[in-house]
């Protein structure tokens, strides 16, 4: 894929997003469920209808595996592709930092107005973390 220039027909609103915004959205990384997760969270948002379900396999706090399932415009999709691959081989403390900022720059950008998309993977992580930390919890007390 370096260097190999794609051509395809310009529409005006691709100007929008970024070209790793369509590769992310168009290959999206880390897609699918974990069947032995020990963090699972799933957040929404009304904006655009975007729904998101982060799986987290941690082992010795290090999240040794992530998977998602998006059902949401393409910021959403590409927002969730780019996070899991930004927490994935982390500990959980520094995955627990990741913000929906870093997420967008890390895509080179999002519009304005899909900002709120990028908002949504920060939360599902946080979610699944938080999933991790009461059930890691439970076992301890058990
Ligand atoms: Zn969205």
Known sequence: MTGQIMKRNKEDNMALYSEKVMDHFRNPR???VIEDANGIGEVGNAKCGDIMKMYLKI????IKDVKFE?????????????ATELI?????????????????????????Y???????AEEAIRSAIEDYKKSAEKTAQQ
């Open 114 to 120: 899909k900002m709120h998309c990028s908002v949504l």
């Open 59 to 62: 082992e010795d706090d290090v």
């Open 70 to 82: 998006t059902f949401g415009c393409g910021s959403a999709i590409a927002s969730s592709s780019m």
């Open 30 to 32: 880390n897609v699918g």
């Open 88 to 112: 994935k081989g982390k500990p959980v403390s520094d995955a627990m930092q990741l913000t929906n900022k870093a997420v967008a720059e890390a895509l080179d950008g999002l519009p304005d």
